[in-house]
Every structure is written in C-alpha cells, then in structure tokens.
C-alpha cells in the first residue's frame, strides 16, 4: 500500500506553443527526444498541440432551426460526452448562449469578447447557488441540453422534454455527465444533475425509469446527494456514483438500485489530506482487475480502492513541475481496456497518459481558442474506430479528434469497455 507521497515517473516536455494550428496538425517526431523521455530525463520536444490526432472543424454541424431560430446563438457549457458508437455520440450540453452583436454565428463562447467562458450557471449565481456581483448579462436558455450525433456531425436525435427538467429551479446548471454502462444489453443512458443533486436513469428511448436523490435537497444518504459528479460499473452491474463537489465520498448500489455502502470524508487536516478524504471525487472509472480509479480534484491526486472500499493507493496528479506544478482542476479520466488512465490536466490543458501503477508516460494539448486546442475538459470518450471527443467546458464546445495516418498507436487513447450491441 502506498504512503500516498509516491510521485509518478515524470518524463519531460517543457510547454512550446506553436503559433498555428487550426485544423489538422501532424506531431514533431524526433527519435532522441523519444529516447530522452524514456529515460526520463527534460527535454524541449513535444508534439503539437493536437498529438497524433486532426480535429475535424466542422463537428458537430451547427444545430437546426425546426423548433426555433439559432440566429444569434450558440453551443453552451458541454458537460459530459460519450461515444456510443461511431454514429451515436451523446452530448450533454446546458443550455443555448446568445452571442454578442456582430460575432460570427456559432463561434464558441468561450472565443467571445464576452466573458471568457461559457457559463454553466444562470446569470448572477455562482456554481453553488450564491449571488455574484459581475453579472455577465446574457439570458441562456434551456434547448438541445441532450443530444445525438452522427460521425458527420449531423443531429440525428434530441431529447427536447428533457430540457425543462433541467431548467425547474434558478440554481439548476444542467448535465453534469452522460454515461451507458459497457454491459448493459439495454443500453440504459445516465444522466447526472450535480447542482440539483439527483441521477437519472432513462431508457434508450427517452423514458425516466428511476431517480437516485431528491431534486434541490443535498445530503448524505442512501437516496440523498451533495453536487453528484460521475458513475461506473462492475460487469454484473454493480456501480458506483462519486459524490461529489459537496458529498466527498463514493456511494456503492447493486445492480437493482440499492444502495450498499459508502466511503470517503472531507479532511481531518485539510492542508494534510489523507487516503479516502476528498476534496472532490470527481470522476470515477473502473479497471478490469476491478479497481476503482477517483480523481480527487481538489487535491490534484488520484484515489484507488477496491470495490468494497479499501484503500489500496494514490499518487499525485500534478503536472510536471517544469510546466508549473499545476494540478488542481482535473476534471475527467478514462481506464481503456489496453491498461492505461487519460486524464483531462484543466490547469495545462493537456490530455495525460498514467499506467494503472501512476507512472506518467505521455501527454499533448495546449490551451487557445483555435479548433484543437482545449480550455477544460470535462468529458472525455473514444469511438470503436479511434476517435477521441472531448467536452471542452469553458470554451463552449465538443470537439472530435481523428487519428492521422501513421499515428503512433501508443499516442492515441485507446477503447472503453463496451458489451452491448452496436448495431
């Protein structure tokens, strides 16, 4: 069992910004600056801000006018996003933002003069529901929260009566998350509601069949939350919901529903954080051998226990100290069934590659507003066919990466777990 002060083999690359790279960029290859990062020693290489990847600009395609005009408006906050299949991308988005006078149509928010991100909160509330002096002065408004998207980017479904729940109280923000589990025949599609505290779990077609928590009341408890943030699976269909901004804790329910067990605190010494205290749990993902993965984002570490909650080991997350030794947003992760963790690094905005022991092997992506580049990932998933989509929060968009020829396959994320039917 680690101490929990084991720090992960970083190997170097100093942060280089190139000065384009709007569409599709090829890596910088150099075979000794490969040989200087398996030896774990600095160097100056990188690959450029999209890695082994392009980024298709024109994904997903701006949204149809058949309910109401999108003149003037524009993508929202994404929160979560989860490739089904190559032609079934599930989007969680929260809301519609207008867009300031004269700015081309679609532009991410986040690349306005307006703010600098899209925000997730009703105009004059902080993300914990207080009230905020810099009013931003725009009205969202509560269309396409969940969408489907075919591998074009076309619109191929929508879930309009979703979006009025999410919109029933002012201090409502959305989907926070959008997950299946890989071994559900049904394909059942969870959504998660941190700011309302409540999950939902609908059918494949649209119908509510169960909701875990009360809708606006936080708390601890078999059926009470506190800012829920994401679910994983066993392969009967055990899960788990990380709990949260608030609960600190991870919250376990067999494959019916019920709840089983729980673990995780706040700090006793919250300049001293120890194993199963949280700052917030907030993604959560699941290894093959049956380990539970808990990026503890505050704490800028990552948390593994066994599947009854036994604390088993943890290491930082931080990135390398000659990028700054910044740490404290990471904001999502997948375990791919290759046994290897991708983080999404918010401070650096870069997508970082661990083994399942923590030692970091890997990472690309830069910050910007150019297509490619990252402000937050919140959501990240891959199609069977390799291709990578991340939920870019801030910025106000989701953005799909596809392999270039000859890419390196080391370098590109590998596949979640998935036993349903895809055709």
Not at 34 to 60: C, E, F, I, K, L
Request: charged share 20%.
């Amino acid at each position: 069992m680690s101490n929990g002060n084991r720090s992960p083999r970083m190997m170097a690359m100093v942060f280089l910004v190139p000065l384009v790279c709007l569409t599709s960029c090829a890596p910088a290859e150099d075979a000794e600056a490969d040989q200087a990062m398996a030896d774990g020693t600095r160097w100056s290489h990188q690959d450029w801000p999209t890695g082994h990847y392009q980024v298709r600009t024109d994904w997903p395609k701006p949204l149809p006018d058949d309910d109401h005009s999108h003149d003037g408006w524009t993508w929202g906050s994404f929160g979560g996003v989860y490739a089904e299949s190559p032609d079934r991308i599930w989007v969680a988005m929260r809301g519609e933002l207008p867009l300031p006078e004269g700015v081309d149509p679609w532009t991410a928010y986040g690349a306005t003069n307006v703010v600098g991100n899209a925000p997730p909160t009703t105009d004059g509330l902080s993300s914990r529901c207080q009230p905020t002096q810099n009013r931003r002065g725009y009205e969202r408004r509560w269309h396409h929260s969940i969408n489907v998207y075919d591998g074009e980017g076309n619109l191929v479904e929508t879930w309009p009566h979703l979006d009025s729940l999410f919109a029933l109280q002012p201090c409502g923000r959305g989907p926070h998350q959008i997950k299946m589990s890989p071994y559900d025949q049904e394909k059942h599609v969870w959504i998660i509601d941190d700011q309302l505290h409540v999950i939902y779990k609908f059918t494949y077609e649209g119908e509510l069949v169960r909701t875990h928590g009360e809708l606006g009341v936080p708390g601890r408890g078999p059926n009470n939350f506190a800012r829920p943030t994401d679910i994983a699976w066993l392969p009967d269909g055990t899960y788990f919901i990380s709990d949260g901004y608030d609960g600190k804790r991870i919250a376990k329910f067999d494959p019916d529903g019920n709840f089983l067990m729980d673990w995780g605190q706040a700090p006793e010494d919250p300049q001293n954080p120890g194993p199963s205290e949280f700052n917030n749990p907030h993604s959560i993902a699941i290894s093959a051998d049956r380990r539970l993965f808990v990026i503890d984002r505050g704490h800028a570490r990552m948390q593994v226990f066994d599947e009854n909650g036994v604390f088993l080991d943890m290491w930082p997350l931080t990135s390398p100290h000659w990028l700054g030794n910044q740490g404290t947003l990471m904001a999502n992760h997948m375990v791919t069934t290759d046994g290897h963790i991708w983080v999404g690094d918010a401070p650096t905005n870069r997508i970082l590659k661990f083994d399942l022991e923590g030692n970091f092997l890997y990472s690309w992506g830069a910050p910007g507003t150019p297509a490619g580049r990252i402000a937050c990932s919140h959501g990240i998933t891959t199609d069977q066919d390799g291709n990578l989509f991340l939920a870019d929060c801030f910025m106000g968009r989701v953005q799909k990466f596809e392999p270039i020829e000859g890419a390196d396959p080391d370098k590109i994320v590998g596949q979640l777990p998935r036993e349903y039917p895809t055709g």
